[in-house]
């Protein structure tokens, strides 16, 4: 089992650019996340989902929209990148049910925006 | 919504000397309590979590604590090493289906020989 599997690993976008950051699980959870990661804040909610079909916003949603097709993918997508979208994003997941068990994360993407 | 906040932000121990590190959260349906440990360019990993029906858990080395009646939970690695050197956060939700892990802003701990 892969568990949480991110691409890319690196991006390097120019200013109003647009992309997407995937995010694929083989662990059949239901529940899927992206955090943002900056210095000195922690972990933040962008979006969420309890399973296909469904999204939800986190803490921090502006400037990213989400979509879940599928129990396994949770795309992340930039329509318009800021050089504020500068972070690290990992994807989580955990099984449905209730949210005291354990979130599973990914590798990180690393996106510079210029 | 939930605001979770830590001490310190960074923490410098000799080897063999033990580490806390306390959080406190605002809501009060809080009840699973997770920690993370984050090594340099490398994704969290839960190292040791606690449920609101326990108030003390172990695991080798490493313990948390809970008193919920003052809302605030801690981390405490005894006997450190150098590979205890990382970032760590601490975090909470309620048990709700949709329910949302809100993390505290880390706090790099340094395990100097």
Known sequence: NAGVTQTPKFQVLKTGQSMTLQCAQDMNHEYMSWYRQDPGMGLRLIHYSVGAGITDQGEVPNGYNVSR?????????????????????????????????????????????? | GENVEQHPSTLSVQEGDSAVIKCTYSDSASNYFPWYKQELGKRPQLIIDIRSNV???????????????????????????????????????????????????????????
């Open chain 2, 55 to 113: 108030g003390e858990k172990k695991d080798q080395r490493i313990a948390v604590t809970l008193n919920k009646t003052a809302k605030h939970f801690s981390l405490h690695i005894t006997e450190t090493q150098p590979e205890d050197s990382a970032v760590y956060f601490c975090a909470s939700t309620d048990t709700g289906t949709a329910s949302k892990l809100t993390f505290g802003t880390g706090t790099r701990l340094q395990v100097t020989l």
């Open chain 1, 69 to 114: 097709s599928t129990t396994e993918d949770f795309p992340l997508r930039l329509l318009s990148a800021a050089p504020s979208q500068t972070s690290v994003y990992f994807c989580a997941t955990r099984p449905g049910g209730g949210g005291n068990q354990p979130q599973h994360f990914g590798d990180g993407t690393r996106l510079s925006i210029l």
